[in-house]
């Protein structure tokens, strides 16, 4: 029977308990490498809860019923995060650390990074298990993966491209990969930087 309070039933605390215990530990190692690198590796970072509409779309999709046992036990993306890095190495980093930290179980690994989308949709995505019980979808990308990412998002959505779909989806993908050539290029700049210092 569906629970009256809306399909997380009386999780929702727990589930903003857990974004806000992901995000401190990602605070935690952003000033550890902030410590070794000189730097804050992270531009932004953010939680969300995915919205009521979201999840019973998702259900509806998935061939779920719309319960709060579909949303947090069939469905792992409750709980989202996204951690945008000026460099792609931060990005492996920051998931190392997050793997080695013992906090985690680690269900799920996705690297679209290394092996990006037919589309050119390019992360690094984590489905973790906290505490033994509620689930997280972590998403680790460049600036520009996410700037390519929002893009792509909201030109998905509008209706009246004619017939110029194909055009629209070919430069995309052009332009995902001219943003991983830079993405690569910017990494080899900031390699030789780090390097001089060392010296």
Same mark, same amino acid.
């Given at each position: 029977?569906?629970?009256?309070?809306?399909?997380?039933?009386?999780?929702?605390?727990?589930l903003e308990r857990v974004i806000n215990q992901i995000l401190l530990h990602i605070t935690q190692i952003r000033r550890d490498m902030e410590s070794k690198l000189?730097?804050?590796p992270v531009e932004h970072c953010l939680?969300?809860?995915?919205?009521?509409?979201?999840m019973r779309e998702k259900c509806r999709r998935k061939g779920l019923p719309e319960t709060t046992e579909s949303a947090l036990e069939k469905i792992f993306d409750a709980v989202g995060v996204r951690i945008v890095c000026a460099f792609v190495d931060d990005v492996f980093t920051i998931?190392?650390?997050i %793997? !080695?930290?013992?906090?985690?179980?680690?269900?799920?690994?996705?690297?679209?990074i290394s092996r990006a989308k037919p589309n050119g949709y390019r992360s690094y995505h984590m489905i973790l298990r906290v505490d033994g019980k509620y689930h997280a979808e972590i998403q680790l990308r460049t600036i520009?993966?996410?700037?390519?990412?929002?893009?792509e998002h909201h030109l998905k959505y509008k209706k009246k491209v004619g017939g110029r779909q194909e055009l629209i989806i070919g430069e995309l993908?052009?332009? %995902? !990969?001219?943003?991983?050539?830079t993405d690569l290029s910017m990494q080899t700049i900031r390699d030789m930087i780090l390097e001089g210092d060392s010296r």
């Open positions: 029977m569906e629970n009256t309070s809306g399909i997380y039933g009386n999780q929702k605390p727990e000189g730097m804050d939680g969300r809860i995915k919205s009521e509409e979201s998931r190392n650390y %793997a !080695d930290s013992g906090r985690y179980e680690i269900i799920e690994e996705k690297d679209y520009s993966m996410d700037t390519w990412a929002a893009l993908k052009r332009c %995902a !990969d001219e943003l991983a050539s």
